[in-house]
């Protein structure tokens, strides 16, 4: 497998970083790469690529997803396979950083090109950068949590009481 990894440093808090993040249909308007997003459900995306003339298409599953923390993805299929991963952290300063790793096998682009892929995540990271830092806010939010590919909910089920009904009287 090869790597690619990138960091960055952005000035927002780590929940704003986050919640931009997890709002896929934005990507098109900070990246020059991710030409369209589609969020068939809350763990399965469908993403459209391109570098100049030529596109690609691929769905990618959510595995595990913890709010303010961690997201990390595999695309399905054999074309453009590869895994990754994005974590916020906060930095002393109250500031964001902000690590991508994508992964590939041995026939994907990743290994082919890894100058090409590292210059392409940096240079997008930079324009999430600007994106977020010029907006000082989140545009939306999805503050779920994924484990192993499954949505789990966002609030745990209240106890249910054992007594079947309150005595009255």
Not at 20 to 34: A, E
């Amino acid at each position: 497998m090869s790597t690619v990894e990138e960091t960055i440093e952005v000035a927002v808090p780590v929940s704003t970083a986050y919640n931009q993040w997890t709002q896929f249909k934005s990507f098109p308007r900070f990246t020059t790469v991710v030409k369209r997003v589609e969020q068939i459900r809350p763990n399965l995306t469908r993403w459209v690529v391109g570098f100049g003339p030529v596109r690609h298409e691929f769905d990618a599953e959510i595995v595990n997803q913890r709010p303010d923390s961690l997201m990390t993805w595999r695309s399905l299929g054999p074309r453009l396979a590869h895994r990754g991963e994005v974590t916020f952290r906060e930095t002393p300063s109250g500031r964001t950083e902000v690590s991508v790793r994508i992964s590939a096998g041995p026939h994907g682009l990743l290994t082919r090109a890894p100058g090409f892929v590292r210059r392409v995540v940096r240079t997008e990271l930079a324009h999430f950068k600007e994106f977020i830092e010029g907006l000082g806010r989140e545009g939306g939010a999805w503050r779920g949590t994924i484990r192993d590919g499954h949505v789990r909910p966002t609030e745990p089920q209240p106890a249910r009481s054992r007594v079947p009904h309150w005595p009255v009287g």
